[in-house]
């Protein structure tokens, strides 16, 4: 297939290149674009292209150097060690320390007046969290039901909190309370929300924590994309191409179908009446006769907005979920089925930034871990401006001269608009308030994320919201057929928010694009079984043979 230049700004243009070939189109180079195309080349398949919208690949993986620092802008750990792939790929290429150096991690909890909070009491509540948590899981695990109006996991922790609290004299409720608070700040940067009022009580235990804990890679998350890029040869990896239209029904838009039959739709989903006159596909690609001497064979158009054109039998796509939201209604021709684009709006799609702090010496105590921020809860009511930077709810050290603080939801989208010097300024006043120092120095060097700004992502992870299930994402996982007949589909879905029990996570992205790489891998016909019994000449002499009593 021939290319050129990749267009730097993405843009629209206008040219006359011809339109390029291939069997298969991925749309993004996020890990599930990268483990789709590495699955087809272990399965012998290399008739594909990758259009990435940006200059660089890894989509929610990313890493900046300055000045020999490394800061992780995106993923951050491996969740999980058994069962999970990516850990076996970092294991695989040598990414991972064998033996795993557990530093002790001490934290001081600090009110707004600098007072800090015995560690006794920040143990209890973190121990009472826990169990209240674990309570939520259980209610997708065991299916019985909550209490009568109480739907998302904020309104049941807000009930065991409020319960809990009972108990104590009012002057010992508040330290408590503000403890509690911090844990459901933190909680939102986990789950990806605004805030837990937003997490469908009953789904919450949907998500599958497999066991090993949360690993960090020596070379940082990103070094994980080198073994998956370094199989892909350059001339089938575009970047700068974002996509401007999938266009899955090319040469069909005049196909009907009769309601009078039992069979499925185009978009796989089965109706109750659907007999389709149309012919079988073959290869993978539907044969339609305009004429008893003219044959026409449908592709999936993609058009990139620098006015490229692709045709492929199959496209992947790997397009965010956040992205979704935003331009499904019009990214595809014929548009998605209502049932796709209503799951799509009833899951969230959350945005959790950091904020890294770079100082030219230290100054917290060399055994210092954290600082957690105890804030009043906050008043949705107060303007964001006033309010964004109480959603961060401590800082962590990385280095003894690098911080990094957690921000979701609303507040993070306001604390993305602004420079880089206010938000340094805020940061320093919060940290000088909780520690009740005046002399904390002021980093020379903030930089921060803005993932909902980001065109290509509008968002971090995905959560299950109050309505929403696991079948929401397995109906945006559902691929897309140009005809019923059609053994393979025209559009394969795949990225975290199309896993049911790994959302949010980058496994759950790579398994869901090598399962969407093997859909397509699957030979269209299957191979021929020769059934050869030792001594026999026939079936039916074998068949005698056989002593049914």
């Not at 990758?50 to 993986?61: A, S, T």
């Not at 259980?138 to 904020?154: H, Q, T």
């Not at 993932?451 to 397995?474: F, H, K, L, M, N």
């Amino acid at each position: 297939m021939s290319d050129g230049k990749a267009d730097d700004t993405g843009g629209d243009g206008n040219n006359s290149e011809p339109v390029h070939t291939c069997k298969i189109i991925i749309v993004g180079a996020g890990m599930a674009g990268l483990s789709a195309a590495n699955h087809l080349l272990k399965n012998n398949i290399d008739d594909f292209v990758i259009l990435e919208g940006r200059n660089r690949v890894g989509g929610r993986i990313i890493a900046i150097n300055i000045d020999g620092r490394r800061m992780e802008l995106g993923a951050n750990w491996i969740h999980g060690i058994l069962g999970n792939p990516i850990y076996e790929l970092a294991s695989a290429h040598g990414l991972v320390d064998i033996i795993q150096e557990n530093k002790p991690h001490s934290v001081v909890a600090t009110l707004p007046d600098g007072r800090r909070v015995p560690f006794s009491i920040l143990q209890e509540i973190y121990d009472a969290y826990f169990w209240f948590f674990r309570r939520c899981e259980e209610y997708f695990l065991c299916k019985y039901l909550p209490p009568d109006g109480i739907e998302s996991v904020g309104a049941h922790l807000k009930l065991e909190i409020s319960i809990y609290l009972d108990q104590f004299p009012e002057h010992e409720r508040h330290i408590r309370n503000l403890i509690f608070n911090y844990l459901l700040n933190r909680e939102t940067c986990i789950s990806g929300c605004n805030t837990m009022d937003e997490i469908d009580l009953m789904e919450i235990g949907s998500y599958t924590e497999l066991p090993g804990g949360n690993v960090v890679l020596p070379g940082g998350y990103s070094s994980i994309l080198g073994p998956l890029t370094k199989n892909i040869p350059d001339e089938k990896l575009l970047k700068g191409h974002p996509v401007k239209s999938i266009r899955w029904r090319v040469g069909l838009d005049s196909c009907s179908t009769t309601d009078s039959g039992l069979g499925e739709d185009l978009t796989g989903k089965p109706t109750q009446n659907a007999e389709v006159h149309l012919p079988e596909c073959k290869s993978g690609t539907t044969s339609l006769s305009t004429s008893p001497s003219r044959k026409i064979r449908p592709k999936v158009e993609v058009i990139c907005k620098n006015g490229k054109k692709y045709l492929a039998d199959h496209v992947i796509c790997t397009i965010p979920l956040g992205v979704l939201k935003e331009s499904g209604k019009t990214l595809f021709d014929p548009p998605l089925p209502d049932y796709k684009m209503d799951s799509i709006n009833r899951l969230c799609f959350g945005v959790v930034d950091k904020i890294y702090l770079e100082y030219e010496r230290p100054f917290l105590n060399p055994d210092l871990s954290e600082v957690l921020c105890l804030w009043d809860p906050i008043d949705p009511k107060t303007p964001v401006s006033e309010r964004w930077f109480k959603k961060i709810y401590s800082f962590s050290k990385v280095t003894d001269t690098l911080l990094l603080a957690w921000i979701s939801g609303e507040e993070a989208k306001y604390m993305e608009t602004l420079p880089f010097d206010v938000v340094s300024e805020k940061c320093t006043e919060i940290l000088r308030q909780f520690l009740n120092d005046p002399f904390i120095p002021k980093p020379k060097r903030c930089i921060n994320t803005t993932w909902w700004s980001q065109p290509y992502t509008r968002g971090s992870y995905t959560a299950i919201g109050v309505g929403a299930s696991q079948v929401d994402i397995t109906n945006i996982a559902h691929p897309l057929y140009m005809q019923p007949t059609c053994s393979k589909p025209a559009v394969v879905f795949a990225g975290e928010h199309c896993h049911p029990s790994f959302y949010s996570t980058v496994h759950g992205a790579y398994l869901s694009g090598r399962e969407g790489a093997q859909i397509l891998c699957v030979p269209d016909s299957p191979p021929e079984v020769v059934l050869d019994v030792e001594g026999t000449a026939d079936l039916s002499s074998w068949l005698q043979g056989i002593a049914l009593s």
